[in-house]
Nanobody
Framework: QVQLVESGGGLVQAGGSLRLSCAASGRTFSSYTVGWFRQAPGKEREFVAVSNWRGANILYSDSVKGRFTISRDNAKNTVYLQMNSLKPEDTAVYYC?????????????????WGQGTQVTVSS
């Protein structure tokens, strides 16, 4: 079993930065693929970024490519999402998710473990 807890969300002005953290429990977490997703009010949950257990096979959605960076510290059982040049359209609840499979999937159904989410609000 893996339990995930996100933190680092908040209110920031457009152009600002935030770093989200996803802390995991479970001794096998270092072998899991971890993805970040987000969900804005009235919209479906969408893919943001993913990294496999080695920090490789990294993918980003087109909307965040060049602005967001996913990284992980397996020694700390933590995955990060550095978000720069934030835009109002980045406003959403951000979720991390984990999968024991090695593929870097962009689909929510590929992930069996989810955190509770952290709110990110970007003001214009």
């Amino acid at each position: 079993q893996v339990q995930l807890v996100e933190s680092g969300g908040g209110l920031v002005q457009a152009g600002g930065s935030l770093r989200l953290s996803c802390a995991a429990s479970g001794r096998t977490f270092s072998s899991y693929t971890v993805g970040w997703f987000r969900q804005a009010p009235g919209k479906e949950r969408e893919f943001v970024a993913v990294s496999n257990w080695r920090g490789a096979n990294i993918l980003y959605s087109d909307s965040v490519k060049g602005r967001f960076t996913i990284s992980r510290d397996n020694a700390k059982n933590t995955v990060y999402l550095q978000m720069n040049s934030l835009k109002p359209e980045d406003t959403a609840v951000y979720y991390c998710a984990a999968s024991p499979y090695s593929g870097s999937s962009i689909y929510t159904h590929a992930y069996g473990y989810w955190g509770q989410g952290t709110q990110v609000t970007v003001s214009s």
